[in-house]
């Protein structure tokens, strides 16, 4: 095997697992520095990705040497539900680790069409290992969250683990966040046993309202799960009998009394963009049409901002200036950070 300086590891490890452990130990012994891209980095807790990215640092380091724990380098990575982005992302800071005259080689385990992404840097060698273990990180999550207690889950998917990981859980299950998390995937279990047995993909269709005004956008903090807690965008699903533009007005109405009429809406109506990202939420497939209404082109002045009181699935309301968005990623619901990035000048 031809020795490298750098060698890439690239996945979420939510739950870290021996099979995310085969990628790791093959990267140290055939490079001196592993660089281990931590993807779903710096957004809200659920239940698809349950730990902070220093969090699944710890999890990784715990399982290793000193000695190889010297070696290994954390880049966390976003999600940006756009390739172009997550790919420039990697490669900027990959770049910051590497000298011109390094080799590169990229370590990886395709067991199917979600690791697609390790296609997309031709330019590192591609060091592709084989794995008999057949492990599923979504199925350990589940298991996880679903079990009546703790000590019981961690008991049915201790071979899938190592004891540190074991450990690590066994810690974090005595948290807050594990019982809201807990709480969540009960939640959304429960909602998604409606289909169960419709032999079709369920997709659901979302409408989502992007208010301005001034250096300000409008949110409300979730009054339920999933998201309990969380900021977002005012929102929800689209009704049968009604077009995206009044579904979107409807629920912006309904969860923050914004005291604004349904015709100066319309004519601040700016755009409409889709997220369609696979795998955007928790809850399943869910496509959201989010419209931006821009209230600058009629209210200039500060004192006469319209009002607004939260309401339905809301338990509070805000006018929030641009900058203080991005300070807010990490309690902001599903992907809502990138929709506000794709709309107002934020940096991710």
């Known amino acids: 095997m031809p020795k490298y300086q750098k060698a890439i590891v690239i ?34 807790r659920n239940i698809r990705n349950p ?15 000193e000695s190889d724990q010297a070696r290994l380098r954390f880049l966390p ?33 395709k067991k199917d069409d ?27 999550r589940s298991q996880f ?7 019981t889950a961690l008991a049915n998917i201790a071979s899938r683990i190592s004891i540190p990981v074991r450990e690590f859980l066994n810690d974090w299950s005595k948290s807050p966040e594990y019982t809201v998390l807990k709480a969540e995937y009960a939640k959304i279990d429960q909602e998604n046993q409606v289909y169960a047995g419709i032999p079709w993909d369920i997709i659901a ?46 629920e912006l109405k309904e969860e923050t009394s914004l005291n604004v009429t349904d015709a100066i809406l319309r004519h601040c109506l700016e755009r409409v963009n889709v997220f369609a990202h696979p795998r955007r939420s928790c809850r399943g497939r869910v496509i959201t049409h989010a419209h931006h209404f821009a209230l600058e082109k009629l ?25 203080q968005i991005s300070a807010m990623e990490e309690d902001l619901f599903e992907d809502h950070f990138a929709i506000l990035c794709n709309f107002l000048p934020i940096c991710m």
């Open 299 to 323: 209210f200039l002045d500060v004192e006469t901002w319209p009002e607004i009181n939260a309401a339905d699935d809301l338990e509070t309301v805000a006018w929030v200036p641009f900058a």
């Open 205 to 250: 269709t979302t409408v989502d309202a992007l208010v301005t005004v001034n250096g300000h956008v409008l949110l409300g903090k979730r009054k339920h799960y999933p998201g309990k807690g969380l900021w977002a965008i005012p929102g929800g699903f689209l009704e049968k009998r009604e077009s995206l533009l009044q579904g979107a007005i409807r």
């Open 114 to 140: 979600t690791t697609y992404y390790l296609d997309n840097f031709p330019d590192w060698s591609m060091v592709e290992i084989e794995s008999e273990l057949d492990i599923d990180a979504t199925a350990l």
């Open 145 to 151: 969250f679903a079990a009546e207690s703790a000590g």
């Open 11 to 44: 996945g979420r490890y939510q739950i870290y697992h021996k099979g995310h452990e085969q990628l790791t130990k093959q990267a140290l012994e055939i490079a001196d520095e592993v660089l281990v891209i931590v993807g779903s980095s710096f957004q809200s």
């Open 77 to 109: 990575v976003r999600d940006y539900y756009d390739d172009t982005l997550w790919n420039a992302d990697v490669r900027r800071q990959v770049a910051e680790c590497v000298f011109d005259d390094e080799r590169v080689a990229l370590v990886g385990f």
């Open 51 to 65: 730990f902070k990215w220093s969090e699944r640092a710890a999890m990784i380091t715990a399982t290793l040497p």
